[in-house]
């Protein structure tokens, strides 16, 4: 899941300064889970911004805004809408918000900062547990990934900071390498060469076109 917080509202005034007519996108997905981008968010967002003297022409919640085919047929289907305003203000990750800029000529701008992929811990609590580094080596690490769980990115840990299995720069945080010892004790012993990091180069682009 794409993990999401809203920007501040004097951050959205300001750039929204020149803006009459908002029409606005919320996501059905991750934004919706974070509570960032679904429909009690657009709600709230429209009550806000009809207080600050702002046009909502329309709002509509797309299943998955970074889906492209459904971003824009989203956009066909409230067209008069969308016509009618000036502005788009999205309410998605970074890959949604420019699912919409390709969907539409209008203006668009962000209500979300996008930070990391993650898993819910806890209701509204998240943490980064893979950062796409393209070539996974959970298999080698009992199913935990030291790249992302630790702040360092040790291939081979832990590192000298470890304290009581909670991490020196972070003692809310687990230590990855100390739960994967726990897993199979066996671990530690095996030395990670370094990573090929052309495997994670960017922009990532994967097309199966062919393949299935
Ligand atoms: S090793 Fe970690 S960062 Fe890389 S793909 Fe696997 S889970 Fe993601
Ligand atoms: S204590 Fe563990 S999680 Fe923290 S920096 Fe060292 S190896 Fe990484």
Same mark, same amino acid.
């Given at each position: 899941?794409?993990?999401?917080?809203?920007?501040?509202?004097?951050?959205?005034?300001?750039?929204? @300064?020149? &803006? +009459? =007519?908002?029409?606005? %996108?919320?996501?059905?997905?991750?934004?919706? !889970?974070? $509570?960032?981008?679904? *429909?009690?968010?657009?709600?709230?967002?429209?009550?806000?911004?009809?207080?600050?003297?702002?046009?909502?022409?329309?709002?509509?919640?797309?299943?998955?805004?970074?889906?492209?085919?459904?971003?824009?047929?989203?956009?066909?289907?409230?067209?008069?809408?969308?016509?009618?305003?000036?502005?788009?203000?999205?309410?998605?990750?970074?890959?949604?918000?420019?699912?919409?800029?390709? @969907?539409? &000529? +209008? =203006?668009?701008?962000? %209500?979300?900062?996008?930070?990391?992929?993650? !898993?819910? $811990?806890?209701?509204? *609590?998240?943490?980064?547990?893979?950062?796409?580094?393209?070539?996974?080596?959970?298999?080698?690490?009992?199913?935990?990934?030291?790249?992302?769980?630790?702040?360092?990115?040790?291939?081979?840990?832990?590192?000298?900071?470890?304290?009581?299995?909670?991490?020196?720069?972070?003692?809310?945080?687990?230590?990855?390498?100390?739960?994967?010892?726990?897993?199979?004790?066996?671990?530690?012993?095996?030395?990670?060469?370094?990573?090929?990091?052309?495997?994670?180069?960017?922009?990532?682009?994967?097309?199966?076109?062919?393949?299935?």
């Amino acid at each position: 899941m794409v993990i999401t917080s809203q920007k501040k509202h004097e951050e959205i005034l300001k750039y929204l @300064s020149s &803006s +009459k =007519k908002i029409f606005i %996108v919320g996501c059905g997905a991750c934004a919706t !889970v974070c $509570k960032t981008g679904g *429909e009690e968010e657009v709600w709230q967002m429209e009550e806000f911004l009809s207080k600050n003297n702002k046009e909502i022409t329309g709002d509509v919640v797309i299943d998955e805004v970074c889906h492209l085919l459904l971003t824009r047929r989203a956009f066909r289907e409230h067209k008069e809408e969308i016509e009618k305003a000036d502005t788009v203000l999205v309410m998605a990750c970074g890959t949604g918000i420019q699912a919409v800029v390709a @969907s539409t &000529s +209008k =203006k668009v701008y962000p %209500v979300l900062d996008t930070l990391f992929i993650g !898993v819910t $811990k806890h209701i509204y *609590e998240f943490q980064e547990w893979c950062n796409t580094c393209g070539e996974c080596l959970l298999s080698e690490t009992n199913g935990i990934c030291p790249i992302a769980r630790c702040p360092k990115h040790m291939l081979n840990g832990p590192c000298g900071g470890v304290v009581d299995g909670k991490c020196e720069i972070d003692p809310e945080l687990d230590c990855p390498w100390i739960l994967i010892y726990k897993r199979n004790k066996e671990s530690l012993k095996k030395i990670h060469l370094p990573r090929d990091n052309s495997k994670r180069a960017r922009p990532g682009i994967l097309s199966l076109r062919g393949v299935r």
